[in-house]
């Protein structure tokens, strides 16, 4: 199966980003289904995997989903990148889905990367500017090596 639920790792982490970056999140009372996704997704722009991302509940969806309680946003974290990242690493990817929500008028939408975002993004990982690059190519080699493991 191509998506698979989180632990509750993943929903300790969620919880304390929220509580440290994003608190009004927690005030609008924002929940988010978080999913591990199988199928690699490659950014074409960038040439890279995608670490992760996120995208508001359609209406269909929402409806649907009312029986487990109700989700405003999805989360898909690519599964070999976070069985391959560090706790911190978990943090940031989280942090970083986070900044693309946005709320307008009791409406959930999500929103591009923006300069403010970018310097945002900047000083949060100044210990460690590199960390999305260096843990996508751990992720792609991690990828090759499965694919070459399947053929024998």
Same mark, same amino acid.
């Given at each position: 199966? *191509?998506?698979?639920?989180? #632990? $509750?790792?993943?929903?300790? %982490?969620?919880? *304390? ?17 978080? %999913? ?6 490659? #950014? ?10 996120? *995208?508001? %509940?359609? @209406?269909?969806? !929402? ?6 309680? /109700? ?16 706790? +911190? ?18 409406? *959930?939408?999500?929103? &591009? ?6 310097? /945002?993004?900047? +000083?949060? $990982?100044? #210990?460690?500017? !590199?960390? /999305? &690059?260096?843990? /996508?190519?751990?992720?792609?080699? @991690? ?7 399947? &053929?024998?």
């Amino acid at each position: 199966m *191509r998506y698979c639920e989180t #632990d $509750n790792e993943v929903k300790t %982490l969620l919880d *304390r980003v929220i509580r440290k970056q994003f608190i009004y999140l927690k005030k609008e009372k924002i929940t988010f289904a978080v %999913l591990l996704d199988s199928k690699v997704q490659i #950014d074409t722009k960038r040439g890279s995997i995608t670490l992760a991302r996120i *995208r508001p %509940l359609s @209406e269909v969806e !929402g409806y649907l989903v009312q029986s487990e309680g /109700a989700y405003d946003y999805f989360i898909f974290l690519d599964s070999v990148v976070w069985e391959l990242a560090s706790r +911190k690493d978990k943090m940031r990817i989280l942090s970083h889905e986070l900044r693309h929500v946005y709320l307008q008028n009791e409406k *959930r939408k999500t929103i &591009k990367h923006d300069i403010e975002d970018f310097v /945002a993004e900047v +000083k949060l $990982n100044a #210990d460690d500017p !590199g960390w /999305a &690059k260096s843990l /996508a190519g751990k992720a792609v080699e @991690e990828v090759e090596r499965r694919k070459e493991e399947e &053929k024998e």
